[in-house]
């Protein structure tokens, strides 16, 4: 059985139904349309950054590659470098990965997208101001520095399928990671999220969602 497959969202761009999970990675209702909402405009969006930093951000569940696509394209446009690792203990296929829109519905290259799938470890760069570094290992296994991220998106299956990740332990360690002001974007509004998030240490609030999404959640170091 093949482990997923790829669907169109509302949007017209593709996300991938696990077999495993029994989840889409994304919003039925659009992939890039809830990435961009949760992801870049309420998490990058909402950070002030001058164009002489370099901004590092951690993304827990990569998938696709779609928010580093989107992080890449946003740190182009603004002018602003940034340092991103990302972590996916089930890269997906190789095949996949080719039939997957993004490059058309995105206006970039087959080639700049496939290197998101890289998870060596080695740092890549996608342009000058854009450092990407994959990492082939789960959340639980990662060696995270203290202090060392502006933003972090957590964008694993849902607390339904994966309770195991959305607890105060997990939270806490990114917390650790975070530097202060550190924001952290997720699309569950779930009970057992905001108490988790709380519970780490975060000051949490709730903001409107994509299409097809009441609410999702921001939370900060403070
Ligand atoms: C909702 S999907 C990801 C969507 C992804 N950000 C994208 O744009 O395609 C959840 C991802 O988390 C990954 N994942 C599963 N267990 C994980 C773990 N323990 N640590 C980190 N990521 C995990 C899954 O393999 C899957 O790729």
Known sequence: ???????????????????????TYHSSYGAIQESLHIFIKAGLGNLHFSTSEIINILEIGVGTGLNVILTYLW??????SV????YE?????????????YPDQLNISKEIFKLVQNFTGNQISLSNGFNYTGFESSIQ???????SYDMVFFDAFSPNTQPELWTPEIFGKIYKSLKKGGVLTTYSCKGIVKRSLKCAGFEIEKLPGPPGKREFLRAKKV
Request: aromatic share 6%; charged share 15%; hydrophobic share 30%.
């Open 89 to 101: 203990p089930f890269p997906i296929d190789d095949n996949l990965v080719d039939l997957l829109n």
């Open 75 to 80: 740190s182009v446009k603004n002018n602003i």
């Open 1 to 23: 059985m093949k482990h997923s497959h790829i669907q169109i969202t509302g949007d017209g761009s593709h996300t991938l139904y696990s077999n495993v999970s029994g989840e």
């Open 83 to 86: 340092d991103y690792h990302g």
């Open 141 to 147: 296994m990662a060696h995270l520095e203290m202090n």
